[in-house]
Every structure is written in C-alpha cells, then in structure tokens.
C-alpha cells in the first residue's frame, strides 16, 4: 500500500516535494495539501491530483493520511510538527525544525511524552551519496580516529537581504547537522573569526567567515563559509585522521582539455549539486515510515542544530569562543 | 494511473527489474510476471504481489497489462517481442533484442508494419550520467567536430566459459549501441587487433583485444576490452575532437591520502558503475510509455547492434577490416 | 669568472651544498671549507678539490673567497654572518639566520650600517616550482584580492626529541616565511590551537596543531602542522581569493590503476620534496651574487621569521593570540 | 677539469645549448663554437667568452676541445659526427643523427670499427621526469609484463609547410625513440590510420593521425598525433599492463576554482614541457663524458629511429602494415 502523504505549505519547496512524491519516488502518494493561501493550494492539488485542505490541522488528522510533509515557512513550524505528534503521526519537517531551540525543545518533549519517534528533519545532506561516502569510511575507522575536520560552504552570490547572521542560520546550518553525525561526536565551543573582507559583500554581512567547532572528544572543526566567492557553489568536506585524510569527492563532470586548460564545470547551485539528495532523503523516508522507523535526523538533531547555531551567532556577535550547551542526548534518541 | 507491467522472465535480472519497478520508481506496477520455470514465477508473483501467468503470450495479451518487458533468456526475446508488438502493447526488451541480426530484422519489419514504435533495447549506458554529460557536450558542438574516440572496457576477471567472440557479443556490444548514439553517426567498417596477451587469460580467450571502428564520416574508434584486467571494472570513453578533448568522468570517490599514496577507489563491479543507470532507463521508459513514445533504443538500434557485432567477430576470425552493412535506417525510426 | 665560495660548517647541509655547487651548478667553486671538526673539514676539502681554513674569520677574510656559505649550527651563525657583513662580502646562511629576533636584529643593523645588503637567508621554498607558481598568479592578481590562505604541513614521524615548539621553529618556520611573501603582506597576529591528539604523538609533543596568523590587511592564514600524520610528507597551499581559489600543484607522480585503486604517490621525505627547490635556489643565489645583488629572502626576513616564530610559541604557551611586533620594514629593504 | 666542448652549429638549439652549457650546467665550458655563417659563429663565441674555429674540421680536431656538440642543419650531422669519430672525440649530435637510414648505418659501423662509444644523439625525453618515473615503473615490473601503450603527441598548430609525413619524422620520432627504450623491446610492424580530417588542417597535411606499431614480443603501441589539435602541446603516455595501469603525470600546474570550472593549466609549447629535460640530458652528458661512457641514446638508436620512420612513412603511402627491419642489436651497443 501506498503512503498517503499529506503537504502543509505549497510554495517552492512544498511544490518540489509534491511532485518528486507524485513522479519520481515509489510508494507513496500525495492525498492532500494545504496552504496559508488556499489558491495556491487549490492550483497545486489539481495539478498533482489531491485535494485541498483548509488548514494544517484538518489534514494532519484526516483519515486518509497516514504522514506529513511540513514545508511551510519556518514560524509555522513547530505548531504543525506537535499537532502531528498529538495525532500520533509521522511528520517530516524542513528545516528549521522551530526558529528557536526552545521550539526544538518542545517538540522533543513533546515526542518523548508521545513515546515514540516520529519526527523527521530535512537536513538532507546526510542522504548525498559523498557525505554517504565518508560516512562509511568514519565507522570503519580504517585511518585512525579523525582529529580534524576542514569544510568549505561557497556559493556564487547572495543578495542584500543575506546578513551576517545568515551565514550561520542558513549556511552552516547544513555543515552543523552534518558534521557531529559523521564523526559521532557532540559539539563543545562554537568560534567565528572575520577574514578580510571581499569587495562584493555589502556593508551588513561579514564575507566570507571561518566557524570554528569542537567537540567533546577535542576534534577541531574549521569551516569556511564564503557566500560571495563567485566562482561556484563548493562544497569541500576533508578529514584528518590519524593515520591518513579522506576528502570528500568533487561532483563529476567530464574532464576536457581546451584553450589551454584541463578543466571540469564546477556546480553552481545548490539545488543541481543536492538534487539526489533530496531524492533519496525522501525517498528513505518513506520507507523507514512504513516500517514504523525513523532513521533520519530527528527531533534530537534539528534541537542540536538550533543550540549550535545560536552558540555560533553569540560567537560572531561576541568574538568569544562560545560553549555549546545543548544537554546530553536522551535515551530515547540512541 | 500506474503502468501496469507485465514482466516475462524472473531469473536474475528480471527480478531486479520486478524489485525496481515496485519499490524504487514511480508511476509503474507489476501485475504480472512469468516465467519458463513456474514455480519461481509463482514465488516472485508472490514476493512483490503480483500474479503469476503461464506464458508469455497469455501475459502480453492479458487486459490489465499495459506494457512488456522481457528479461527471458536471449533465444526466448524474439518471440516475446513480437507477440507484443502484435498486440499492440510497448515492450522493454533486454539486450539482445533477438540472437540474430535477421531476427532483430525481424522485429523492425513488423514494428515498421505495426506503424507505430513500441520497442526499446535495454542498453542502459545512454542513461548513465557520464555518458549523458558527454551527450550533451556532442549536442552542443563546443569543441568542433569528433575526430576519435578511445574507449577502454576493463573487467577484473571472467571465467573460462568466456571465449574470445563473447569480448564482442557480451562487453563490446554495450560500446557499440552507445557509442554511435553518442556522435551521431553510422559505422562503416570493423577491425580487431590483438595485443601481446595477459598470462591471466586462458587458451580460448585473446585477451586483451582492440577494436576499430570506423564511422561513414570517418571517425576512428578504439575500444580496449580487456577482460582479465584485474584491477578493477574500468570504463573510459575520451573524444578528441578539433578543438578540444571531452572525457567521461571517472566514478566518484573519497580521495584519500594514506601509506604514501593519494587514492581513490576504483569499481569492481558492472553492476555498481551502472546501478543508477538501470534505475533511470526505466524510469524514463515508465515517463516515456505513459506518453506513447519510444525515446531509448530502439529496434533499430538492437538490429545494428547485431550487426557491428557480426562485423567485429568476422574481423576477429579473419584477422582483416570487415565492412558493416546496416543499409540505411528507415524514416520510420529519425 | 667563477664566484669563488667559502663554506663554514661541513656537515650534512653543508656537505650537500658543497657537493651541488661543485657538480650541480654553473658559476662558482668551492675554495674553502671550514668546520668545528677541522678533521671532518680536510676530508671534505680533499674530496671536493678545496682547500681547509682553520677559522671562520680567516675563511671569510680570505682573499680568494667572493662569497660565504654558512652551515653551521644554529648558535654559530650570527657571528659568521657579522664577519662576512664586516668583511664586505656576501652571505649565504642557513635558517636560522640567528637563534633569537635579537641576533637578526643585530645582522640587520650591521648591514644596513654597512649601506648594502649582503645577506641571503636559506629560505628555499621561494625557489620551489610550487610556490613560484602561486606568487606568479598572486602578482597577476587575476582572482582578486587574497582573503584567506590553508595551508598544511604534514610529516610522516618524528622523533622523541620534537617538542611542541619544534612544531613553530623546525617546522612551521618554511610556511612563515614563504606566506607573507607570496602575498606581500605583514603579518599581526598569531594563535595556535590544539585539535585532538594524534595517538602516535608523545607526551612533550601536541600534535597536530592549527597555527591562525593574520596580516595586517586582514587576511586569515590557518596552517595545519601535523607531524605523525603517518602517511606522507604533505605540503600545501591554498588561497581563497575574492574570485577564485588557488591551490599549489600536487606533487607530479604517474597515476596508477591498480587493485581496485586509481592512485599517485605521495612524498614521504621533505628532501625529496624539496630538492629542486635548494638547486635553484643556490643557483640564482650564484647569480645574483655576481651582480651585486640580493634577490631573495634577505636579513629582514630572517628577522621577521623570528619575531613571527616568537609570537606563535607564546601563543603556544599561553593559548592566547598574540601581536606579532617586527616594526616597519626599513626602507633599505624595500 | 671542466669539459671543454665545441659547438658545431649556431643556430637557435645551437645557442640555446651553448647558453645551458655556461649558465646552467656544472662541470663544462664552450671552448669554441663554429657556424657555416662564420658571423653569426663569431657573434656567439664573442657573447659567451668562446673562440670561433672556420670549420667543423678544425674545431674537431682542436686540442683544448674535449667533446663536441653537432647543433648543424640535419643535412650536415652525418659528416660531423663521422669527423669526431674518427678525431676519438665524444659527440652529441641533435636528432637527426643522420637523415638516412642508411647515414646513420655508416655511423654505428664506423663506431664499432673504432671499438669505442663516442655517439650520443639528443632524444631528450629519456631525460623527462615524466618518462623517467615510467620506467622505473616498468623496471620494477610491479603490475605485470606491458601489453599496450596508448600514447598522444598533440600540438596546437603547424604552418603550411608542415606535411603529412613530418608528422612521424618531426614529431611521432621523440615517441619512436622512447618508447621502445620504455619497454626495452624492438619495433616489428608500423601502420598508420587516418581519422576523420581536422578543419584545421591543409591539403598536403592528414592530421590527425593514429600510429599503430607492434614489437616484437606482441605489444601493440598506438600513438595519435594531432599536430593542429588548438588546445596545448599534449604528450600522453599510458602503459597497459597485466596487472595495472600506468599513466604519466601531467605537468605541474596550480589548480584552479574559477568562473564555474576546476581547472589546470595546460602546456602549449613543446619547449616549456620538456625544457628541463634538455638541462638533464646535456649535464648528465658532462658526467657521462667525463667518465668515458655512453649513457643515453646512442648510434644504434638513431639508427633505430631512422628505420622505424622510414616504416611508418611507408604505411602512410601504402596504407598497409609494414616491417620494421634493423636486423638484431649489435652486442657492441648492449
């Protein structure tokens, strides 16, 4: 049977989801949408076959809906993630998780409280087959433990409404999920130091940036985020392990030779270098929540993001060196 | 509505495609499968909640199934597809399409007669990233015309039932659909050299070999099989153009440096180089049938297929260049 | 005419230089050898064709000496390079070029009290093909303005007498020199952290470490100094320009297929790595010396890695940043 | 004692020899030099501190002259080398030794008749790093016996009086000569493909090519040359062998992050690509001279060359497999 899935929030990203859920994956279906504007949600149900509903709530608990997808804008977040918890129903929610992490806080309580695990998050980055790559060489631990993490976030260009703060809460915030998952640590102290600045930032964003993390464990953790360089959308994930240092792959492109270059076409959007990645995070989901599972970033995790995040904005503010409080991990999330 | 798919042979591959169409891609069902030996068409009918049918023809010409494909053993295809294109109902046939040239001949006859395409070829390549970023580049023209093409199909081992003719009918073939496909072209003539050979081979097998085609243009094609390589599965395909070389990316892996070596690991398997592959050929035949279309390889493209490969082995028995003679395609197939 | 060299100090370093000044390089003789162990020093002269001095002083002031080599220990240079100054002649010297800022200070006082510059420092990775490749690209300025620079210096083992500080003098000491150079900028401060420890380190050793200067522009340099990395002797560098990023080429190995990896070697010796390097550098020192000049890293720069070097121990030390205080360049070494 | 050598030839190689020989190169000095353009002789002695002899002859047989360097048109080498022969003088001649086969005949018999190597001729790519690390490989036989080579000579442009057979006699030449040193085995058939003609090219000129040589113990040996292929000088070379594959590195360059691509600098003047492989052959001449030996290529490898070429020029005409005749290596030689 199939997983009749349920979208809250049709705008760009919603309407992605709609149709990789309707065209490109097997086993599920969308039954419904709904929208803050109900037109749009309208004109998305037809196209895709569903059926509108007027509010989150309604098909959240309509019985012919067996998930949720929430893609709505992030303050809208966390009501619908506890009221699909409250309906006893998976829910997979965009990132953010909440726009706080007392948000985040709540929805694991309330998870916990329901006792069971039904919380998804899309940080997708841990279903891109690189990442998936130097996961497997992390857990077999065939080059020593890692000491060292260096990654690069670079993107083409943003425009003026893309602030210091941002380069955390919308850049890196990818890079914080991802990372303590690949190396099965806990973040300990969040820094951010300033580099000269390029000549194509304007005056309300330092660019680029250098985040440091640590972990428990002592790994150190550089992470170059650079969101005017120009050149290409770069992501570069290395680590240093005692015994050797893996490096993620660049994506693939013909090599050719012309004009005096041997070159490769670098990526220069997110989207074309994720695109996979959202396929299959979607896609796992749908089977984990058929077999009553969640494998993919929870609760725990989207809380985590939010406290590191929040660590990393006081350390950009504050020029200190921030500790990252986030609690241990309950039980209930091992 | 699903495409309901009839599957006739569950042997390996069949399986695997019968487990891609219900649990990986979107838009497809098999509702029936069969098979020479029954009971494991009832087991697989079962597996994926299907229902089993007792022949092949009995399954093309049952009403709730919309489309064929045939993964029988080689000698059994030719019937299938025929008995498909009587009735009316698109068929996906792996390769070969028919054991013979005259039986591929046979098929385009009746598919012509039938008027309308129905058939597709399963030569996966044309689906693989690699080759499609090379596609596109060809399309675009960017650096001039192609002049070469230098081809390399490595295999780490066969076993002693591999003989010397099978380096064309069962590795080549996958080079031949796909490379005139690549550059647009016809092949003229077939040639086969013999280098020194690898002490890894066995009396039966001249390995390695080099294949030269040539194209009614004039493009020089090589193609190393070598089929006792054994480092690794390694697919090449660089073409040197006027202006520029284009080559096919290498599969993508971690870089890692370790016992002072800078590495990355390299295939071992056909099936994982071409996994995605498979996934997207029938995906797209899934999207492609829905419309009515044939956009893949066609029967046409099985036929000369069968030729090059009549042309190569006479090439390799008589040590001498061999003229390819496909006749011209017919309108029906641009 | 032949530059007629002398050189003070025969052993390993100076052994090799002697040997590559006699067979390796056009435009100069060793004349004179001297050394500590004057026994050690005749067999040198006799295997090499030069003559014994007994004395630094008398091989400086010897009339048949143009110019002086020094490779003497550490502790042994400043004065020898004092004597050449006073002498009026031109000085090549090993790194250091004094054991403390004081003692560069000094050297640099008495040349420009002597009115010409005399003193070439032997900071060889100016020379290297690598290095002088990214200098070309940084004065073309084709990527715009440097922003950020990654560097590693990577050793396979040391040994139990390597101390934490060794990290900044005996190693990070190449890197320091060479980066302010290649982007023609000072640097203002210095900050080392300590990552995670390898398990291949000793108690007296922390490694590996992330060493942080800036320049007084602004741009942030991290250099990764990890000497048990195990694996090889890897050097690197990358700018982060505001159009582009720039990388120093790999070390240039065949790429071997082979057991399931597509590979290339990895330096594992610095001499190795840098061979090329002290050949040209000795050559253009030969050269320069005969017109009159000083091309490369002078007394300044020997004064400016100390001071640099100084401020990172402390950082070491103390776990602070601290202000890298050289003064403006004199205007004599512009 | 420096070598003292003279200079046959004043050409442009000419100079640049006798620039390398008192600038860069230890352990020799141009004592004379002669021209058939005695002006342009005695501009170029005057420049580099050497006396001007009228003739060939004279210069020869000067007493204060060691070993000589024929940098001649081609026309004169054969008489050249002959005199030094017969003078008991060292010689290294530029390709080609003679312009015939059979000149180059009458130079090896001349040679053993004098019961002494004195011949070297200047195929400086046994000298390239690249190569050199090749056949180290290949000594080793680390991956098994070679069972092919896949080569490319590709330049990016000829004038009009460059024609089809200049492509094996100036250019495929350099891989005639090194490849069979590489695999240290005998040529035994040449033939020549042409591809499918580059826009770029004139009528008297079929570019590019693909030579095809086989040796003796069956390895077969492609070699494209694309003399007009716009994009660099290229020079490829891939050994196949039982067990792996061995590729030489590209030059060195800095890679780049820039305008969506990852890019590498590539040659595109066949001097920069092999200009330190010309400082190595010559200095390791010096050495070889001074001890009395022959090291490098010799008499019976331009002989070699010379029979090879003649072959290949051959299966241009006639457009068939030709033998390669230079009957078995004299002992003299091994």
Redesign the interface.
């Known amino acids: 049977m199939d997983l009749r899935v349920g979208v809250i929030g049709t705008g760009a990203i919603g309407q992605e989801h709609v149709h990789r859920l309707?065209?490109?994956?097997?086993?599920a279906k969308v039954t419904a949408v709904t929208d803050i504007d109900l037109e749009r949600a309208e004109r998305i149900a037809k196209k895709y076959g569903a059926r509108m509903e007027k509010t989150g709530y309604s098909l959240i608990n309509a019985p012919d809906i067996d998930a949720v997808v929430v893609t709505s804008w992030g303050p809208a977040h966390e009501k619908a993630v506890l009221e699909a918890i409250a309906a006893g129903k998976p829910v997979f929610c965009e990132k953010p998780l909440a726009t706080t992490a007392e948000g985040c806080k709540n929805i694991v309580k309330a998870e916990i409280a329901a006792g069971k695990q039904l919380v998804q998050v899309g940080f997708m980055r841990r279903y891109d087959?690189?990442y998936k790559?130097?996961k497997e060489?992390m857990e077999q631990k065939a080059?020593?433990?890692?000491?060292?993490l260096?990654c690069t976030h670079?993107n083409p260009a943003v425009d003026e409404s893309y602030d210091t703060s941002m380069a955390v809460t919308d850049t890196a915030i990818h890079e914080i999920d991802c990372l303590h998952w690949l190396i099965d640590d806990d973040y300990a102290t969040a820094q951010v130091?300033f580099?000269?600045?390029?000549?194509?930032t304007h005056s309300r964003l330092k660019d680029?940036q250098?985040m440091?993390l640590?972990?428990k464990?002592?790994?150190?953790i550089?992470i170059?985020v650079?969101v005017n360089?120009?050149?290409?959308y770069?992501i570069q994930c290395e680590i240093?392990c005692?015994?050797?240092?893996?490096?993620?792959?660049?994506?693939?492109?013909?090599?050719?030779?012309?004009?005096?270059?041997?070159?490769?076409?670098?990526?220069?959007d997110w989207k074309k270098r994720f695109i996979d990645a959202y396929d299959v995070e979607m896609?796992e989901w749908i089977?984990d929540t058929k077999k009553g599972i969640v494998n993919g970033p929870g609760a725990w995790d989207g809380y985590v993001a939010a406290v590191t995040a929040d660590a990393l904005v006081k350390a950009q503010e504050t020029g200190k060196a921030w500790v990252i409080e986030t609690g241990n991990c309950p039980d209930f999330y091992k």
Do not use: H, W
Not at 22 to 27: E, H, I, M, V, W
Not at 195 to 200: A, F, I, L, R, S
Not at 217 to 220: A, D, E, K
Not at 245 to 265: C, D, G, N, W, Y
């Open positions: 309707q065209t490109k994956l097997a086993g087959k690189g790559q130097l060489l080059y020593g433990e890692p000491l060292m260096r670079r130091v580099p000269k600045e390029t000549k194509y680029p250098l440091i640590t972990t464990s002592g790994i150190n550089t170059e650079f360089c120009q050149f290409g770069d240093v005692e015994e050797g240092v893996v490096k993620m792959a660049e994506p693939s492109f013909p090599t050719i030779r012309s004009k005096e270059k041997l070159s490769q076409k670098l990526e220069n896609q089977n």
